[in-house]
């Protein structure tokens, strides 16, 4: 049986393998969108509100690796521009989702300046002083910065402009006109509480936030990691369609395969990485030379299955099988230019010559004009200079205009 110490150690664990997951899924949203910045606000405020997102959970990372009390409270701090300017960041994305319903309005975008203003407000504060938040307890046993006494007034703040996003995002769904933008704003209202809900720093509510975390609450904290991770994944998913001009299933194909090759595959190579520096020397060998291997192969075998099933990942992300998807798959792999054609043709007459055993060998078309000469291989000779028994045993083109090819040695 584990003792409590040991349920919060392993506890404490999962959950720094889930905030990692978060950050490296985040950081590959805000990676995918930079290209597509140029397309309008949504994909610029959505990246702003995941990079800060992000920020506030690689802090929290580190500071459960710190060793030195100076070091954690730094890292808070800096994390502490992230809690600040995650509000502002949603109502700057609810903003433009309501933009793109045709909804114009200035005063909405001075709310939206003043939210960033106000946030930098309290980042600045944060950072400098202790009014907003204060040192981290030095008996707690996990490190926190403490509420000081304006903390109150960012309360207000922060929730203030969470809400005043939400609605925003509803009066975006209520003017949809379309049954799919509809739908997609929908789940979006839901999605768009997962930005708060994860960064708000709950611990500065407690009145004793240097007491340690109930074993309880363990659990609670992971499921609303994960629940956190879920909302953004299909926050993701909608907003990923504003702005582009490519259809839906190619968008979401194009999403789907980004993702399993970045971010799932870093995922994969993590929890590899996690469990074989956990587990026992296997064979005498180095940790290191473990964990080299581990990460090579992991690496290796999680390409290979996204190379070999991709058709397969595909189809299973049309949520059907349909036989047009499956002529589009094949037709990028048999189109064949010239250049691809005749290097074929050498491949065939290669292979042919080494069968059969000749030094040369070629491919003529038959046309109106004469037989054309389309591959050769072996010492260079012009057509004209062929046998004459050979171009005799031509046979002469179709009447209907086709032009099939003979192929003979030289």
């Not at 929908?186 to 768009?192: E, P, Q, W």
């Not at 290669?350 to 050769?376: D, H, I, K, M, Y």
């Amino acid at each position: 049986m584990f003792a409590g110490s040991d349920m919060a150690y392993v506890f404490g664990y999962a959950n720094d393998v889930l905030q990692s997951i978060i950050v490296i899924f985040g950081a590959a949203v805000v990676l995918y969108n930079i290209p597509r910045f140029r397309r309008g606000t949504v994909q610029r405020s959505f990246s702003a509100l995941i990079g800060l997102v992000v920020l506030v959970y690689l802090m929290e990372l580190l500071v459960s690796r710190s060793v030195a009390p100076a070091s954690a409270e730094f890292l808070l701090r800096v994390g502490w521009i992230g809690v600040t300017l995650v509000p502002a960041a949603q109502f700057h994305l609810s903003d433009a989702l309501l933009r793109t319903t045709g909804k114009l309005s200035r005063r909405r975008r001075v709310l939206v300046v003043l939210s960033y203003l106000g946030g930098a407000a309290f980042a600045v504060l944060g950072l400098l002083t202790n009014w907003v938040v204060g040192e981290p307890s030095a008996v707690a046993t996990t490190p926190s910065l403490t509420g000081g006494p304006l903390f109150p007034l960012f309360t207000a703040y922060f929730w203030a402009a969470a809400l005043g996003a939400v609605y925003n995002v509803w009066r975006a769904r209520q003017r949809c006109l379309t049954t799919t933008t509809r739908r997609r704003m929908t789940t979006t209202l839901v999605a768009i509480l997962a930005a708060p809900l994860a960064v708000f720093p709950y611990m500065m509510l407690s009145s004793h936030p240097a007491a340690e975390m109930p074993l309880l609450l363990w659990p609670v904290l992971i499921i609303g990691n994960l629940v956190v991770s879920i909302l953004f994944a299909v926050l993701t998913s909608q907003l990923v369609y504003f702005g582009s001009a490519s259809p839906d299933r190619v968008v979401r194909v194009r999403l789907y395969k980004y993702m399993a090759r970045v971010p799932l595959a870093a995922t994969i190579v993590l929890l590899v990485f996690v469990l074989v520096s956990r587990a026992p020397s296997i064979l005498g060998l180095h940790k290191e030379v473990l964990l080299g291997f581990a990460v090579v192969a992991t690496v290796m075998i999680v390409e290979w299955v996204i190379h070999h099933y991709k058709q397969t990942f595909e189809r299973a992300f049309q949520l059907n099988d349909d036989p047009d998807v499956r002529r589009i798959q094949a037709l990028s792999e048999r189109l064949l230019t010239t250049s691809d054609l005749q290097q074929f043709l050498e491949s065939v007459l290669a292979a042919t010559c080494e069968a059969v055993r000749t030094p040369s060998a070629f491919v003529a078309a038959l046309t109106p004009n004469g037989p054309r000469l389309e591959a050769a291989i072996g010492p260079p000779a012009p057509l004209e200079g062929l046998p004459n028994a050979v171009l005799q045993r031509l046979p002469s083109p179709g009447g209907n205009g086709s032009e099939p090819a003979a192929a003979g040695r030289r």
